[in-house]
Structure formats: C-alpha cells, structure tokens
C-alpha cells in the first residue's frame, strides 16, 4: 500500500485508502471535541530528564510504569522495589481495605545481571483480587465526589469498574518508580526522605521537634509517631468505618540532606513541582511548604530566616521558608505538607444522577480504606523522590557537565 519515493516522504496508490486508515487511528490518540475541533489525550507521565509513564487500570490485567532516562549501571533488585510496595499495598491492617493483593512486582525491562541498562525500565504489578461485579450499579450511577462524572463528560466513555483509571491503584506505579529514584538519591548525597500522619480529622499530633524515624512511622497502622495519637486516630478511623462513613487528614514530609541548588527559577519552582507533583494524587486537596498559610499571619520581621555561617556554610537561623527560597533549595531541612479528604467511598445512601440525567440514589459498594492517609504517606514519598531525582539531574545538566 506504501511505497517510498523521493526525499523519503510515504505517497499511497489509494488516497481513499489512506484518509480511511488515518480515521480509524485518529480515535486512539486524540478524541473529537466541539465544534470538529480536536483534544489531546491526557497525559500520563511526569518528570522531564528522569520521566515515568504510568498505566493500568483497578480492575484490568495490572498496573505498570517506565521509567525513561533511569541512569546505567545502578544495582537494583526486585526485592528492593517489593519492600516498599509492600508498604502500600491493601489489607495491611484492619483500618484499612481488606482487598488482598501481593501486589508483585516484575522487571520487564531496563535490568540485566542485577543493574540498569539506562535503557527504558520497565515494571509491572499484576492484579488478582478483583470484584468487578460490586461496581454493577455504577455503571449507570455517577458516584458523589468521584471522577465518574468528569470523565464521562471528557471521554465520552469510562471505566465504571473501581474508577478504572482515576482509582488510587494507578499509584502503584509510581511507587516502583519512586523507590528507584529513592535509591538514586541515597548514592548521590544521602537524601532521606520522610513523610508521616500528622492529622486525622480533627486529631492533631503535637509538632515534632526533629525528623521522626523510620521505625517511628512504622510503629503504628496510622503511620502517626506519636503514639498516644496515633491510638485516637486508630479508634477514630475504627468508629467512621462502623458508622459507614470515613475521614481525612493531613501527611507532613520532611527531606534531608538535600544540596543547596536544586530547582528551576519561574515556572519549574522545586515548590511548584512538588506542589503539581502532591496535586496530581488521587483525594488530595491542599499543599503547603514551610509555614504555609499560617505564615501570611506574621510579619516579615518574625518569618523571615536570618543568614549566617555555621560550620563553613551558609545556614538559616530558621526554616520557615521549608528549604526553598527562590524556588530553588537553600540546603536546609525541605519541609512540607498535604491534605487529603475523605475516602469519597462511603457506605450510606446519597443522592446522584444517572447517565439519562435522572435523580437517584447510590449506596456505595465495594472494598474501600475509610482513610486514605495511611497508606498514602509512601506515595508521598515516592512522589518526592521522583522530583528531587529530576531536578538533580537537569542541575548537572545545565550546571556541572560543561566547565568553562
């Protein structure tokens, strides 16, 4: 059908032929708008130098990632990835969903003889516990506070099963993504990152004077450090769940040993990445870095970080800046915050419409966490990681590689 001619440029025998093709792929890429015009398909990737690409769905064969420009020659194992998907996966405890997935995963590509390749890194997390049939309702009900609705009005179609796309089980992804870019980091400068509960509903945990421990998080099912809270927020996620309802919170992250440098002035701000990266997971509603909101009480005499030099470098005196100043990192603790709602999931009746546009009623069905924050503290984390991992590479990029 295609031959090759002159300057390279394919012609066809049959221009009938080729506009018919050209139509029949047109819809896999791009969707018709108003008025003829054409959308872009949504994106699924982030990052720019070290970029993964996500995809899968709740209830479809599995869930995947690439990562693309992953550095060569890094030791890398499957058991490391594992051990922090293990932290994330359902049915850890009984405040949680009690959906049972291994959640295992498996090089497909980018490893060869226990290091990368450089080449695309490839990963993929079957799913095995699926219960498509709990979500027959939804079908034809729009669920109050999900995506069912946008992306319906967006796509013209949707995955009704679990969310489909939109469902938290796409963070799987990113969190194999992110404990390879964890790992990059811990080579390069040590960079510990560490994200925790601080807030469940209305119960707050008392601020924390250093950077809780691993084994801190860990300690309880909430992640919270402190464990008289953590107690009350077990019992609080306890009580919601049994009253078919659920809750939010709030995780605070706080990274170490990150080198003053890093981030881009403008537009890629490291605060406007991270904030774009803690934005774009699922039930999130608020990023804050240093004092936050609660800075703009104060007054540029009492927020303000003094200079001086400590130990041969240029230190603040303090931190309420978060370690960004300039949307670049001054070397100090990064500190931040985000808030996540109420599992949207509940199990009472609601009021909602169907696609025909007629009210009706929905009661909602299927295995769901009363409160996401727990689970999600290591997605936060991942997310974190994979934007330092980015911006220190486009800093030796632009900065380090040519010496003049």
């Not at 049915?91 to 959906?99: A, H, K, L, V």
Request: hydrophobic share 40%; charged share 25%; proline share 6%.
């Amino acid at each position: 059908m295609w031959e090759k001619i002159e300057g390279g440029r394919p012609r066809t025998e049959d221009r009938t032929v080729r506009r018919r093709a050209v139509r029949r792929l047109t819809p896999r890429l791009r969707r018709r708008g108003p008025a003829g015009t054409f959308a872009a398909a949504m994106p699924n990737s982030f990052g720019k130098l070290f970029t993964i690409t996500t995809w899968g769905e709740s209830h479809g064969g599995g869930i995947g990632v690439v990562i693309d420009g992953c550095p060569p020659r890094l030791p890398l194992s499957v058991e490391e990835i594992q051990a922090e998907l293990d932290r994330r996966r359902p049915g850890q405890s009984d405040i949680t969903t009690p959906r049972k997935e291994e959640d295992k995963v498996a090089f497909l590509s980018g490893v060869f003889e226990g290091r990368t390749t450089g080449t695309p890194l490839a990963m993929l997390v079957g799913n095995s516990d699926q219960r498509p049939g709990a979500y027959d309702e939804m079908r034809e009900k729009f669920r109050p506070s999900h995506a069912d609705f946008t992306y319906q009005a967006k796509f013209g179609i949707r995955d009704h099963q679990g969310g489909g796309r939109s469902s938290a089980r796409e963070t799987i992804g990113r969190v194999a993504a992110g404990a390879v870019a964890r790992k990059i980091l811990a080579g390069a400068g040590g960079v510990e990152i560490r994200a925790f509960v601080t807030c469940i509903h209305d119960i707050v945990a008392p601020a924390f004077a250093t950077c809780p421990t691993l084994a801190e998080v860990e300690a309880s099912a909430v992640r919270c450090p402190d464990a008289a809270t953590a107690a009350r927020m077990i019992n609080r996620i306890k009580q919601v769940r049994a009253d078919g309802d659920s809750v939010g919170g709030v995780i605070e992250c706080r990274i170490r040993n990150v080198p003053p440098g890093l981030g881009e002035p403008v537009f890629d701000r490291l605060e406007a990445d991270l904030g774009k990266a803690m934005l774009s997971l699922p039930a999130t509603k608020g990023f804050e870095i240093g004092s936050g909101f609660a800075g703009s009480l104060l007054k540029g005499s009492e927020h303000n970080d003094l200079i001086e030099m400590r130990a041969g470098r240029v230190r603040t005196t303090s931190n309420h800046s978060g370690g960004v100043q300039g949307g670049i990192s001054n070397g100090e603790e990064i500190v931040f915050r985000v808030a996540f709602k109420p599992t949207a999931t509940i199990l009472r009746p609601q009021a909602t419409v169907d696609l025909a546009g007629h009210a009706t009623e929905l009661v909602g069905r299927g295995r769901h966490d009363p409160c996401v924050v727990p689970r999600a503290v290591v997605i936060v984390e991942a997310m974190t990681a994979l934007v330092l991992v980015d911006h220190w590479m486009r800093q030796h990029a632009q900065s380090r590689t040519f010496q003049f």
